[in-house]
């Protein structure tokens, strides 16, 4: 060991020293796949993350745990999916801000036909609204 590790060890155990209270955890492991490699373990680990599974493959039972399940806010991946994909093929947000724009000039004309859209617009953002709170497991409340 050269002179140079060893000041490096001592000042970094010196730091781990001076952090008290805080939870160390050794330092990350990096290992390279095969893109073959990678392919079969990505098949395998379903749902599970894959670091999850590689710690699983290695320890087997004895693995520790690093995160609590279910720790994830989505609730409901379809309704979420649902609201991501309409909202990624709409022009929501610039339709809405050139409305806000065109009140707040005065200039928007409100006959009965842009009212009834209006409101139809309205309902379906409050639907979008709902799915999105369902997806993340709340309870969207009924609006009159």
């Excluded at 095969?34 to 670091?51: C, H, I, M, V, Y």
């Excluded at 999916?81 to 409100?110: D, E, F, I, W, Y």
């Excluded at 036909?113 to 709170?133: G, M």
């Amino acid at each position: 060991m050269s002179t140079l590790d060893h000041n490096f060890n001592k000042i970094s155990k010196g730091s781990a020293e001076n952090d008290a209270g805080k939870a160390k955890y050794p330092p990350p492991f990096s290992i390279r796949f095969t893109f073959e490699e990678r392919a079969r373990l990505d098949a395998e680990r379903g749902p599970k993350a894959l670091s999850t599974h590689i710690r699983e493959l290695l320890f087997g039972e004895d693995v520790t745990p690093r995160k609590r399940p279910g720790n994830s806010p989505v609730g409901d991946a379809e309704a979420l999916g649902r609201v991501l994909g309409a909202l990624g093929a709409s022009r929501l947000s610039s339709n809405l801000n050139q409305l806000a724009k065109a009140v707040n000039t005065g200039s928007l004309p409100v006959s009965a036909e842009v009212e009834s859209e209006l409101l139809e617009t309205c309902q379906e953002v409050q639907e979008l609204r709902a799915d999105l709170l369902r997806a993340l497991g709340k309870t969207p409340r009924s609006e009159p």
